[in-house]
């Protein structure tokens, strides 16, 4: 059983173009969260959301727009796509925003040509 | 600003001895130090935390030690299998609910037989 879900799992697309990244989790966790790894593994916070409230925005672009329609999905969509969007996108959850164990899904391969 | 960061970019290891891998963090404010690691094409996994205020925690075949005073993080992983090669992170985090986990730049653990 899949705990944490993402969907595509790699993405190529053009500059400009605008693209979601969906994420479900089945753990019942109040709690989920949207990272970027960049192409030397560094692993950065963008969003996090607890029950649908979004509760950490980091320094990101508006062009990224995070959406929870419930507890158990956060989506990500990018407008304008750059070639700076390029990298793996992780979805992750967590029973509460203070747990530090985190369940990260498989990743998003995002390429920007 | 405040970072997390790892002396050895890639360590070698012979299967069957100890791994040792170290982090560096200048944040001495935050609560949980965290390790986490990440097999290829996969997301991150949690392996262990240890809370500011101990200098050891033990695992099922992982020990975290904190030393505050010279702001030192290790992993220690007894009797290194093949299945332990991997990214390793370090992470520190606060308690509050707008905490985040904020991640060091990470360590190649090659396991070689």
């Known amino acids: 059983d899949t705990a944490v879900s993402q969907t595509p799992k790699y993405l190529v697309t053009q500059m400009g173009n605008d693209k979601s990244i969906k994420c479900e989790q089945n753990l019942g966790h109040d709690t989920m969260y949207w990272y970027k790894q960049d192409s030397k593994k560094f692993l950065k916070i963008m969003f996090s959301?607890?029950?649908?409230?979004?509760?950490i925005n980091e320094t990101v672009p508006n062009r990224f727009s995070p959406k929870s329609p419930d507890k158990a999905h956060l989506n990500l969509h990018i407008n304008s796509l750059e070639l700076g969007d390029s990298a793996v996108y992780f979805c992750?959850?967590?029973?509460?925003?203070?747990?530090?164990?985190?369940?990260f899904g498989p990743g998003t391969r995002l390429t920007v040509l | 600003g405040e970072s997390v960061g790892l002396h050895l970019p890639t360590l070698s290891v012979q299967e069957g001895d100890n791994s040792i891998i170290n982090c560096a963090y200048s944040?001495?404010?935050?609560?949980?130090f965290i390790w986490y690691k990440q097999e290829s094409g996969k997301g991150p996994q949690f392996i262990i935390d240890i809370r500011s205020n101990m200098d050891k925690r033990q695992g099922q075949r992982v020990t975290v030690l904190l030393n505050k005073t010279v702001k030192h993080l290790s992993l220690q992983i007894a009797a290194t299998q093949p299945g332990d090669s991997a990214v390793y992170f370090c992470a520190e985090t606060g308690t509050g609910t707008a905490s985040k986990l904020t991640f060091g730049t990470g360590t190649r653990l090659q396991v070689t037989l």
């Open positions: 992750a959850s967590s029973q509460s925003p203070v747990s530090n164990e985190q369940f």
């Open positions: 959301y607890n029950n649908k409230e979004l509760i």
């Open positions: 944040n001495s404010a935050s609560d949980y």
